[in-house]
């Protein structure tokens, strides 16, 4: 099938003929009060190798990953296009050394197949749908599923225990324009769910994985819990307000306090990875942290992937591959990772209770919630975080890349804004720039 860019408003999609639904009816179903809907939020990624290049385009060309200025909008699509052809073969290193595609899709898909049947359980007919960001199934063909279907209250669910306006934040502004232009999703009775880090059952079952990795290791007390987030750009922290660093120091806080409460008093780091150039980012960085802590005398250490909880390139590639590599070659001798959620029982039925919690609440404003972002509806939401959607500083030197194997999300960032200026230059020098950067014939 071929594959073509598709502009919609602000929304770009580099796609292949958009997937058959799993309704075949030509309408909408009425939309019945009680019907529950629960959408799952996710990054996506390339099903295959021959999808790194235009799921690559898709995140190069997301507006809110980079906030070009509204007159020279009309060039993401160009650029997308040009730094994702250009990024595509390094990128697929990566997806290859993981068995050629990313498992994201289907373990993202059997946690809704999960969650599903734990509601249905509980009482509630409740149907459960995955809306991708990046990749299929899109956020999109997702809405119109929930349209057929007559779904009358909808609980918004990103996969991101914590939130940050770089993940859950251009997940939900996407949503934001889509219900904006249509008239039946703007009926549509709903509440977000931003982020859940602070629940008692995630906490619990986070837990009970290191526990269970840690009986692996001959000197349990003596190991190093080293936990890995994804990183941000420090600006987005101090200039647009992102809570992400907040929340995520107080997830590592409470699940070190249960873990403490079994009887284990290991000492523990937080680092952040997937770095992206010389600009400053939330530190300590994953890679440092490594290094000083082999140089400290740390021979066991238990990685914890704690912003993920699917596997997926930067669990399975990153930390399993590069991170363990640099770990031995810094002396540390005994290592262990423990593995992410996916569909871990504990994990599915807290998102289920978490689910039930919000219902009550479909329809209004704000609920209740003790989280730093509230749950409410999307306007709502938006409106308090990021609300001016100021254009960021770019999160590297324009001339310097340091492209690693993983971390696309931020890969797109540097790449958009660089190649912006290129084209400045262009125009005021009347050279060809970015011809000569890309190796364009």
Known sequence: MSAVPAVSSDIVRFQRQPEAPNDTASSSTPV??????????????????????????????????????????????????????????????GYKAIGGGSPLRKITEDQAVALEKVLRSKGHDANVYVGMR???????????????????????????????????GSSLRLLEQLFKEDSKLQKLKHTVIPSWY?????????????????????????VEIFFSAHGVPKSYVEEAGDPYKEEMEECVNLIMTEFKQRGYSNHHTLAYQSRVGPAEWLKPYTDD??????????????????????????????????????AEESGIKQWGRVPALNTNQAFIDDLAEAVLEALPYVGQLVGPGDALVPMGELETLLEAYDRERRALPSPVVMWEWGWTKSAETWNGRLAMVAIFVILLLEVTTGQSILKNVLDIE
């Open 198 to 222: 602070q629940r008692k059952g995630y906490v619990n079952a986070m837990v009970d994985l290191m526990v269970a990795e840690l009986q692996k290791f001959p000197n349990k007390q003596g």
């Open 32 to 93: 019945s009060t009680d019907k529950v809907g629960v959408l799952l939020l996710n990054l996506g990624g390339p099903d295959s190798l021959e999808d790194v290049q235009p799921f690559l385009y898709n995140l190069f060309a997301d507006p809110e990953i980079i906030r070009l200025p509204k007159p020279v909008k009309f060039l993401q699509p160009f650029l997308a296009q040009a730094i994702s052809m250009s990024r595509a073969p390094k990128s697929s290193e």
């Open 289 to 326: 942290s490594i290094r000083h802590l082999g140089q400290s005398g740390v021979k066991s250490m238990l990685a914890v992937p704690i912003s993920f909880v699917s596997e997926h390139i930067e669990t399975l590639e990153e930390i399993d591959m590069e991170y363990r590599e640099l």
């Open 134 to 168: 990046y990749w299929h199934p899109y956020t999109e063909e997702a809405l119109e599923q929930i349209k057929r279907d007559g779904v009358g209250r909808l609980v918004i669910l990103p996969l991101y225990p914590q939130f940050s306006i770089s993940t859950s």
